[in-house]
């Protein structure tokens, strides 16, 4: 019987293992929305499904501490600006979550420079938008606090990213 339940355990323990390191992505949901965005150490991995999907990658700074809060889309401090920005491109693009504070100067040379670009020392949230192979940076939105204005912000950036998308033919379908 000991034996038996050892080995259940044992199981079971490596399955959780598996899980955890299979699943690295970030995990959150926003209203009635599952949302998953790959940290910025799977970078690769997310390049792979940006370019298999032929969708943009929408690299968004903030704090992870806002991850574990709750609260709305529409709300006007950064915690308003970054569940928007996940809500909003969920569909869009491939997520790629940078903790602004902890991972500040060590991500991709390309996306901090575009993110302290005009402003060094911006405020976080920030939106980059790169394409699928993250070589080029598509468009950027600064943090902005009113609901209105960062949804255009948004839309305006994702036009851009569009019509800079579809300038490049889709890789063929395997």
Do not use: C
């Not at 293992?17 to 790959?38: C, E, V, Y």
């Not at 939105?141 to 209105?148: C, K, T």
């Not at 255009?152 to 890789?171: E, F, R, W």
Request: net charge neutral; no cysteine; hydrophobic share 45%.
């Amino acid at each position: 019987m000991n034996r038996k339940l050892y080995l259940a355990l044992g199981l079971l323990l490596s399955l959780v293992f598996l899980s955890a390191q299979a699943a690295d992505k970030i995990t959150l949901r926003i209203g009635n929305a599952t949302i998953s965005a790959f940290r910025t150490a799977d970078l690769e991995d997310a390049k792979q499904e940006a370019a298999s999907a032929h969708k943009p990658i929408a690299w968004i700074a903030s704090t992870t501490k806002i991850l574990g809060e709750s609260g709305t889309i529409s709300g006007e401090g950064s915690r308003a600006a970054t569940f928007h920005a996940l809500f909003a491109l969920r569909t869009r693009a491939v997520l790629v979550f940078e903790d602004a504070y902890v991972e500040n100067h060590k991500v991709l040379p390309l996306v901090d420079q575009a993110l302290h670009t005009p402003d060094p020392h911006y405020t976080p949230p920030k939106v980059i938008f790169l394409n699928p192979e993250a070589t080029e940076v598509l468009a950027t939105v600064e943090y902005q606090p009113d609901f209105v204005k960062r949804a255009q912000a948004l839309a305006n950036a994702l036009a851009q990213v569009d019509a800079k998308m579809k300038s490049v033919p889709a890789p063929p379908k395997n």
